[in-house]
């Protein structure tokens, strides 16, 4: 293997800038760039592919609960958005307009969506007569525009690439069960997928989405102790469909509003996949999201047999993973091993001349460097364990990390000392007051991540003002 100090030439020290070391992965590793358009991003093919994975995943998994895609317009008139008051002052800053077409002045102004919650609610309202009509469970995969002042590649770009479900249902409690069974998948999607521990809960009201009644959250923490939101689910009730008219006829023959549901996820999962898992070589990819899995490397290409034999194995592996060989001839193999820990292929496979005539290969794994001598006839039952094994390995790392860097504050003073010694998670008792919310974040920059499902009694009183509290909060500085 290539000398560790040349290889870190490339990517800046994760433990000494965390931000360009990001920017360094999101670069070489090939999974985007910077464009002319500022605040955008062109998604490469590497990087499109990990998004490509995750979408699989999660539409196989919308479909197994009803859910049915469909596609809405870019473009919103100004009329729509204005029709619920909270959605639009939230999202008002970030709201990008069509004002002309040609020479042409338009006589209403056309919004890129932020986000599709006015323009489907009223195409509802055009399809929903009675309630054998419900439920309306669909989701869209689309791209959204939002003005942000402070842009970085996937974590926040003013065009990204998202899915927005939006369902309607006949009764309150229908809506709040799938606003709670689609946070689960997310869940799934965390913490079976992309090998992401994470904390699911409640966002307090300051912290909720424009228009819901209550928003859920996954919450997930980065390599450096951030925050990372992961994906949300809101209820709405009837916020929306009351504005926007959407009625039915009840089964007592009695019109009535519906209750609504909203949920979503970004490619912002790519940037928390590099940032829970990478180092100073580059990328680590779960195996079940990494677009190669197994990556083969003939050393002595050269000499007689290896290429021929390296192609076999990659042809032979396709039939169970995803697999690709590197067959480059400019390059050494230390190039070579280089480039597969950049891109954080979880299994370098390297076969040489000796290795064939041992009927053998070595296996390297992208998680832990270790290095195993596998028999050819074994291959196949052998790279599947050990993928399994890293995909475990992985979300355990995560697991210890987030365990270590939470901790417990009684005081404001006490919350002061631990979020600066080592940025992590606090979990602390607070009165529901948010100005004790906005103390802390004045204070610390820390945010209320969400109110755990999982509640813990830490104390009597609100870590800020000493009054009577009876829900944990737990906060985070934030992406």
Known sequence: MSNEKDFVKEVTNIDEDFAQWYTDIVRKAELADYTDTKGCIAIRPYGYAIWENIQNYMDKKFKEAGVKNAYFPVLIPEGLLQKEKDHIEGFAPEVAWVT??????LDERLCIRPTSETIITTMYSKWL???RDLPFVYNQWCNVLRWEKETRPFLRSREFLWQEGHTIHETADEAKERTLQMLNI????LEDFLAIPTIKGEKTEKEKFAGAENTYTIETMMYDGKALQSATSHYFGQNFTKPFEVKFQNRDGKEEYAYQTSWGSTT???GAIIMAHGDNRGLKLPPKVAPIQVLVVPIAMHKEGVEEKATEICNRLKNKFRVDGDFRTNVTPGV???DSELKGIPVRLE???RDIENGECILVRRDTAEKITVKLDELEEKIETLLEDIQK??????KERLEAKTTIAHTLEE???NINKEQGFIKAMWCGDEACENKIKELTTAKSRCMPFEQEHLDDKCVVCGKPADKMVVWGRQY
């Open 129 to 131: 007569s009675s309630w």
């Open 415 to 417: 919350f002061e000392a």
């Open 100 to 105: 002309e077409v040609g020479e042409e002045k």
């Open 268 to 270: 912002r999962l790519i």
């Open 336 to 338: 070579k091993f280089n």
């Open 351 to 353: 076969i040489g001349p």
């Open 393 to 398: 390995n992985m979300y355990n790392v995560c």
């Open 186 to 189: 997310y869940q799934d999607l």
